[in-house]
T-cell receptor, first 113, second 113 residues
Framework: DAGVIQSPRHEVTEMGQEVTLRCKPI?????LFWYRQTMMRGLELLIY????????DSGMPEDRFSAKMPNASFSTLKIQPSEPRDSAVYFC???????????FGQGTRLTVV | GEDVEQSLFLSVREGDSSVINCTYT??????LYWYKQEPGAGLQLLTY?????DMKQDQRLTVLLNKKDKHLSLRIADTQTGDSAIYFC?????????????FGSGTQLTVLP
């Protein structure tokens, strides 16, 4: 298996633009997580899905952030409009119910200028 | 909600032992994890321990769990420069929306020659 695949690996955008981050979980995994990592706040859970349904989005910072999971093999995290303080590395992770380990993608490094 | 805390930085000399500490608040934790993040990469599971164990050893790694004090530690024997990375402690609860892992902020381990 190729593991969790995220795209793009790097994104540089101007303040106010819309940004879409993409994630393909490992086939057969039914839970998907979006995390944000910054120097100041460490690793934060933004939202997680189980069987394509958002279960807990309490970590989503504000209305500018939205996430979707239209099917079991694809999820997006969208920021509109983006701001410089959104600059961070965004990780997607997946696992299967009953398994102990979550598998992480390589992350998307977002820079908003 | 659940909380996991770690110190941010640790420096050791090559060949010495490293001990990374973590405290957590969720008394219903079922599994506790150590993840490793190398520069520019996602998190990878290093080892984990079930909550009814108090120690687990895997080659150079020793995990100690004090469930009464809610304290977890990771000891790396004969630390090498390749061990330089960020180490994340994480815990998983037993029910409800605790399917997600709660991560600490990560400890940056620097191994000095």
């Amino acid at each position: 298996d190729a593991g969790v695949i995220q795209s793009p690996r790097h994104e540089v955008t101007e303040m106010g633009q819309e940004v879409t981050l993409r994630c393909k979980p490992i086939s057969g995994h039914n839970s998907l997580f979006w995390y944000r990592q910054t120097m100041m706040r460490g690793l934060e859970l933004l939202i997680y899905f189980n069987n394509n349904v958002p279960i807990d989005d309490s970590g989503m910072p504000e209305d500018r952030f939205s996430a979707k999971m239209p099917n079991a093999s694809f999820s997006t995290l969208k920021i509109q409009p983006s701001e410089p303080r959104d600059s961070a590395v965004y990780f997607c992770a997946s696992n299967r119910d009953g398994n102990t380990e979550a598998f992480f993608g390589q992350g998307t490094r977002l820079t908003v200028v | 909600g659940e909380d996991v805390e770690q110190s941010l930085f640790l420096s050791v000399r090559e060949g010495d032992s490293s001990v990374i500490n973590c405290t957590y608040t969720d008394s219903s934790s079922t599994y506790l994890y150590w993840y490793k993040q190398e520069p520019g990469a996602g998190l990878q599971l290093l080892t984990y321990i079930f909550s009814n164990m108090d120690m687990k050893q895997d080659q150079r790694l020793t995990v100690l769990l004090n469930k009464k004090d809610k304290h977890l530690s990771l000891r790396i024997a004969d630390t090498q420069t390749g061990d330089s990375a960020i180490y994340f402690c994480a815990e998983k609860g037993s029910s409800g929306s605790a399917r997600q892992l709660t991560f600490g902020s990560g400890t940056q381990l620097t191994v000095l020659p």
